[in-house]
C-alpha cells in the first residue's frame, strides 16, 4: 500500500466522550496510531493492554499516574511509557498525546479494579 502525505485539521477531529475519559483519534494507520486524551473524572479504572505499547506525552497539566500500584508525579512535557502487559492509569487534570503500536483497540484493553 502507497504511504501519501496527509494534513488532519485540528477542527476537523471528534472528541469521544467514555464517561471520565475523552479521547480524539488524531491519526490510525496499520502501524500504530495518535490520539488526544482528557482526563476529566475521578472514576478511572487501572487497566493494561494485551497488544499496543502506548507513549503518552503530557500536553497540559500536572497529575499522577499509577503504574503496577505505585503513584507517581507527571507534568506538562513528561513522557511515560507502557509495554503491552503494564497495569497503569492516569488520573484526573491530563491531557495527554497518546501513540500506539500497534494501533490501539478498545476491546483490547482489560480493565483490573
Do not use: W
Not at 497488544?51 to 506538562?76: P, Q, R, T
Amino acid at each position: 500500500m502507497e504511504k501519501k502525505v496527509q494534513i488532519i485539521k485540528g477542527n476537523s477531529l471528534i472528541e469521544n466522550d467514555h464517561g471520565d475519559t475523552k479521547t480524539t483519534k488524531i491519526f490510525d494507520c496499520e502501524v500504530f496510531n495518535i490520539a488526544k486524551i482528557r482526563k476529566i473524572g475521578d472514576d478511572i479504572k487501572t487497566g493494561y493492554d494485551t497488544e499496543s505499547d502506548v507513549a503518552y506525552y503530557v500536553l497540559e497539566g500536572k497529575g499522577k499516574c499509577v503504574i503496577k500500584n505505585k503513584e507517581y508525579e507527571i507534568e506538562k512535557g513528561d513522557l511515560i511509557f507502557y509495554p503491552k502487559g503494564t497495569p497503569y492509569k492516569h488520573l484526573k487534570g491530563l491531557t495527554l498525546l497518546a501513540i500506539a503500536n500497534p494501533p490501539f483497540d478498545r476491546k483490547k484493553r482489560v480493565y483490573i479494579e
